[in-house]
């Protein structure tokens, strides 16, 4: 198999990349205390409701509260998420704040940071299992970094606590610290760009990429039926309103404009096609253009995706569900210009052969290795018995409803069977981890 360099050692293009090495989230929905501490590629699995789709929604969550609109923090935390549906905690069992600790590394001009990221919010309290009494708020938030390798504890950039009231240190220039007041709704880290304005990017080096890399990173969820429904021709779209690109949302991933940007990359490009000939049969990719010119005069720019898989010529939509999941899964991994150094992917194995998943775990493990990282969910022995068991966590209910995480190596009974090989991951999963 190839291995994916962190960059083409030929070409002037460096990416920057942020990983993590820890992340934990409590009180959110069911869960309570439950952390993944990534090392490269790692999945999370459990019985069903135990929370998987939860723990990978965190980092929308996230994403919201830092990067969201004033409309949209509104509504979450008042209880309403995003196309109404509710985030809130529903358990009575629920006795934390929802918190949310993030820790990890950015390397940034040849030096590594590590960083670690705190965000509290006040405990929802329900006036019944539906309803919050009162809004919700940030209580506290602090950002640390340290030069990954120096002695010492690494030191607050940014806090604020439950008043609102911030604090936020220049990480390059020796100015004064900066203090400010924020909403209760409002991350400090957002409103600390936006204070500095023009200054942000020089003395904010560190948080800046903080902040890109929670920007860029994705939470991937792909249905076959979305993805074919936005890569036909124009000519079968044209009396359909088109998405604007802000609303092109994950689910449903453009494969032509990914495959064009990653054609724009010879290494890129020669990566992907050889990914797609290994695991789908695809010997030729072709992406093309034409003029149209509608009922009123207005001209179009009809772009189609043509795929050659086994000597035929092949749109799209004439692919199996298991094929187009595939090819935009490879589109995902392989398109370094996104950045997107952080990404949590559901059930990646869905719709794929047993043979086809161990060639994209093995994917997902070498563009981890080179910079990125990679949480999948998953039920799938095949997937399981691709990994060791200090890469897979465990998400089960430890009495009540709320579910709490495991680390299989850490968990002393699956270890002791697993190293006696007298079990695999396979025969755990359907005992559900708990026999």
């Not at 969550?61 to 830092?66: A, D, E, R, T």
């Not at 023009?198 to 080096?205: I, L, Q, S, V």
Request: proline residues 3%; aromatic residues 8%; negative net charge.
């Amino acid at each position: 198999m190839r291995i994916i360099r962190k960059y083409d050692e030929n070409s002037t293009n460096k990416y920057v990349y942020m990983i993590l090495t820890k992340y934990f989230v409590t009180g959110y929905k069911n869960l309570k205390e439950c952390e993944v501490r990534p090392k490269g590629f790692h999945v999370i699995t459990g019985c069903n409701g135990t929370g998987k789709s939860n723990f990978l929604e965190t980092l929308s969550f996230i994403k919201l509260l830092i990067n969201g609109s004033e409309d949209d923090r509104s509504r979450v935390f008042s209880g309403t998420g995003i196309d109404d549906t509710q985030w809130t905690p529903m358990s009575s069992e629920v006795d934390a704040a929802p918190a949310f600790q993030l820790e990890g590394e950015i390397e940034l001009d040849d030096v590594t940071w590590e960083f670690n990221y705190f965000l509290k919010l006040t405990k929802p309290v329900m006036s019944d299992p539906f309803t919050l009494s009162t809004p919700i708020y940030i209580k506290s938030e602090i950002l640390k970094a340290k030069e990954k390798g120096k002695p010492g504890a690494m030191k607050s950039i940014l806090a604020r606590d439950k008043e609102g009231k911030c604090i936020a240190k220049p990480e390059i220039e020796a100015r004064k610290v900066e203090k400010f007041n924020v909403t209760g709704e409002m991350s400090a880290l957002a409103a600390l760009k936006i204070r500095e304005a023009a200054d942000f990017e020089t003395r904010y080096p560190l948080t800046k990429e903080f902040l890109k890399g929670i920007s860029d990173a994705r939470v991937i969820s792909l249905n076959p039926k979305a993805l074919l429904a936005n890569n036909r021709s124009y000519e079968s779209r044209i009396r359909q309103a088109l998405l604007p690109a802000n609303q092109n949302t994950i689910s449903s991933v453009n494969l032509y404009e990914k495959l064009t940007l990653i054609q724009s990359d010879e290494f890129q490009w020669e990566q992907l096609c050889y990914w797609a000939k290994e695991i789908l049969r695809i010997s030729k990719i072709q992406l093309r253009e034409k003029i149209l010119e509608l009922e009123d005069g207005e001209e179009v720019v009809n772009k189609s995706l043509l795929l050659t898989q086994d000597d035929k010529v092949l749109w799209p939509y004439e692919l199996s569900n298991g094929s187009v999941i595939i090819l935009a899964l490879l589109c995902l991994l392989l398109q370094k210009k996104s950045n997107a150094s952080i990404m949590l992917i559901e059930e990646p194995e869905a719709y794929i052969h047993p043979k086809a998943i161990v060639d994209i775990v093995t994917l997902m493990k070498e563009v981890a290795e080179s910079g990125h990282t990679i949480i999948a969910s998953t039920h799938n022995p095949v997937v399981l018995n691709s990994l060791k068991a200090n890469q897979v966590t465990l998400l089960s209910f430890d009495g009540g409803n709320m579910a709490h995480s495991h680390l299989v190596a850490e968990i002393k009974e699956a270890r002791d069977v697993l190293d006696r090989g007298r079990i695999n991951f396979g025969d755990l999963l359907q005992n559900d981890f708990q026999s």
